[in-house]
């Protein structure tokens, strides 16, 4: 192992850091590298049972970014506090012994004053619950799908976030279809939109008596128990607070996911989210779809500077594939000297759907888009770059059905790299010292962790490589924050202001498009860009501590150093 100053050490000399998959072989991975006889140091550590390799290696390396192999290239001066802190504070919160052994149902009762046991069998009725519910006396229940096996020791620590709480869940270990072994299944707190795709939490919670009443009033007596039906009869009971909801590492279960009716989902979907549909995708795995307010108009921001290729095509793509609510183009043109840029402009601006604005000053992201809202009048923005490509054509009724729902903030989509592989699915704050996107380089069709990838659902920050907003929420938020940060991690500031107003930020999984990332700037990580790179991540890292950002989208068991969820 190599110690952490060593590693700090190796930042003054321009190293980067590369993360490869575990399965990975040293001499496939040194391969993919092109060493070119450079030196290399790997350092390995294992997590959760499974051993990931880092391996630094010198600036002057030859690194392919289009390997199916490679997971991330970063220079490494600006991660010294993430690679402080995996080596120094690096834990793993173990699951415990908390089904250790069988608990009676006596000892059940004498554990804890305050809670019931309802055990759950296959096939019962609602009636049946009902029953149960009647003589359980106690202020919290557990609904037990015979799965999970408590302990004494663990109610007792459990009963301390009882008074506070009135839903419980936890982590699980379950058996994948294509593993021998069962592995641990690290989930984020309530997530509704995930759960409404994927029935992540499954059979077995804590959940307040009141609660679990009124849930089960709602459905029909003689219908047969479904979990994932019950439970979202419970998270969708209005009077249930996101604050009173906890999700906890201190148990373990075994737990197999179950289909749900769709007419069953859709009518507890549409509870919370009447524009909703819901379509199977696979069994267990759902679709959720948003349909825009009537007469919805959006303005699509897209700032530019020559780079006709990249432009026209996105242009071009929204014009050609764009279906099911009106919108305006406005091309913010960064000071374009390019002949044929110009030409171009002129040419595409005698559309009506598209306008120009000219920005004759230094790039500034922030900037250039928040000189843009102050000229748009629609009630929607869609912020899109220009190195982007669109694929399907209901991608922005989509996003913008989503940006509509109250409480909403920030909308994003899965991006892809034209070999189809993920650029973008959802940021975590707190990865790496600073915010990541998570899943980058699996591939499309990848289900992803715990089925992630499929399923649209909450995260704390989205790219504004293509993010949708009601302009009324991003006005509130204050904008685009235009000094301190100019180019990188204005989207993750923004975002973080919504969630500080209450809002949530959501990915959809079935909304794609193409990402050509960064083609018309700088890389942040180039010579000429390293300053203002690392005063706009001290500036992320001041403003929102993300160091020790516990991110509820996330898991604290699963990596900081890496987005892959080892």
Known sequence: MLPAEGVINLAAKG?????????VDPDVAKRTLSLNQEKSVTVRFTHNGITDRIIYIKAATSISTNSATLFSAQRIV?????LKRFFAHRRHIPLGEALAADLEQDDFAESSGQLSLLTIASGQRYSHLHSQLAIADRNIVFVDDGTVVLT??????????????DFISFDYYAKLESDEYMKPQFTPELNLPYLFCYDYIRGCYFVSREILKR?????PSDAEYHQHELLLAIVTERTISPKRVANLSALRAFSHPKKLDVDKLGLRVRAILPN????IKTPGIYKLSLSPPERTS??????AKDQLEYTRRCVDSILEKTTGVNFEIVIVNNDSSESEMLAWLDRVAEDQRVRILNYPYPFNFSAINNFAVSHVKHDYLMFLNNDTEVISEHWLSEMIGWASVEGIGAVGCKLLYEDNRI??????????GAAAHVHR???AEHPGYMHRLECSQFYSAVTAAALAIKKSNFLDAGGFDEIKYRVAYNDVDLCLKCVGAGLSNVWLSDVHLYHYESKSRLDDLGLQQIPRYSRELSSLRKDWNVINYNDPCYNPNLSEIDEYFH
């Open 15 to 23: 190293w980067y850091v590369v993360i490869f998959q575990a399965s």
């Open 78 to 82: 600006f991660f010294d506090a993430w």
């Open 152 to 165: 004494k020791g663990s109610i007792e620590r459990l009963a301390q976030f009882f008074p506070t709480h």
């Open 215 to 219: 849930a089960l009033n709602s459905l």
């Open 276 to 279: 909703a549909s819901i379509a």
């Open 298 to 303: 959006v303005s699509i921001i897209i700032p």
């Open 423 to 432: 650029q973008h699915a959802g940021v975590v704050v707190g990865i790496q």
């Open 441 to 443: 380089y699996y591939h």
